[in-house]
């Protein structure tokens, strides 16, 4: 991959994610609160539907960048025949060292975001300083694995159909998507990615909130999701999955379509 390519995927990736993150903030906020085990109304309802936002102007820019460059490189490393079987195995390959990368930005961020969110009272510099003084750096890692685990299994499923819708309509049309087409199969594709995770991202924003010291806080991702079966049944495993379809699929609209677009224009 050129340096030229690098940069630009760097860049358009940076772009969109800044986009979407703000742009879907009180969708974000509203799914969190729903996922929370204090419950909707405790967690602050609808007020402050904006706590927690600079931490996510913030983190999204290099979040997002560091996915797409990770991405774009190791797509191009593992390069194969877009005919060949190999194709989504190489798009899946590429997708979970983006997230893995990408996690190491992404999950201080949530973790104050998600934390904010839920004490709408309390602002994003007194949960950091807070969380800092009480856990540490380790209390801005807390979820790691637990957020790893969910973004592997969203990219595995939505970045192949991404591409294979892209490519699928560009066969059917006999020339390359356009960015707004590559938006529309975004969207589709991660809708659906959304709805099959949401367990996991349930599971991820309970350990994320669990106070310090508790068994939920040590980041088990089965015991957490057995917990939540036991008390809640399915309906806990999929709590806020409407808010997280919606948020995703418009997000994938916005941010795929967004990369694409500001991808082309630095080329």
């Known amino acids: 991959m050129e340096p030229r390519e690098s940069w630009a995927a760097l860049a358009a990736g940076g772009i969109a994610g800044v986009f979407v993150d703000l742009i879907l903030f009180p969708l974000d906020t509203v799914k969190t609160r729903l996922q929370s085990a204090q419950g909707f109304r405790k967690a602050g309802g609808f007020r402050g539907i904006y706590a927690g936002v600079p931490s996510t102007a913030i983190g999204s820019f290099p979040n997002a960048a560091a996915f797409f460059i990770?991405?774009?490189?190791?797509?191009?490393?593992?390069?194969?025949?877009?005919?060949?079987?190999?194709?989504p195995v190489t798009h899946m390959v590429a997708a979970s060292f983006g997230e893995v990368v990408a996690c190491l930005i992404r999950v201080p961020s949530e973790v104050v975001k998600q934390r904010a969110q839920v004490s709408p009272s309390a602002g994003t510099f007194r949960i950091l300083s807070h969380t800092l003084y009480h856990e540490g750096i380790q209390g801005l890692y807390r979820g790691y694995k637990s957020t790893v685990l969910r973004e592997i299994p969203f990219s595995l499923v939505q970045f192949p159909l991404w591409e294979f819708l892209k490519d699928l309509w560009s066969w059917k049309q006999g020339h390359v998507v356009d960015s707004w087409q590559s938006a529309v199969c975004g969207a589709f594709a991660g809708g659906f990615a959304a709805a099959v995770t949401t367990p996991l991202d349930v599971a991820k924003t309970r350990i994320m909130l669990a106070k310090?010291?508790?068994?939920?806080?040590?980041?088990?991702?089965?015991?957490?999701?057995?917990?939540?079966?036991?008390?809640?049944?399915?309906s806990g495993l999929f709590a806020g999955v409407v808010p997280r379809m919606t948020a995703i699929s418009l997000g994938g609209f916005i941010f795929l379509g967004t990369y694409e677009k500001t991808r082309q224009l630095l080329l």
């Not at 508790?214 to 089965?222: C, D, I, K």
């Open 212 to 234: 310090a010291g508790s068994t939920t806080a040590s980041g088990n991702v089965l015991a957490a999701l057995a917990g939540i079966w036991r008390t809640q049944g399915l």
């Open 70 to 87: 990770t991405y774009e490189n190791v797509k191009s490393v593992l390069h194969s025949d877009s005919t060949s079987y190999l194709t």
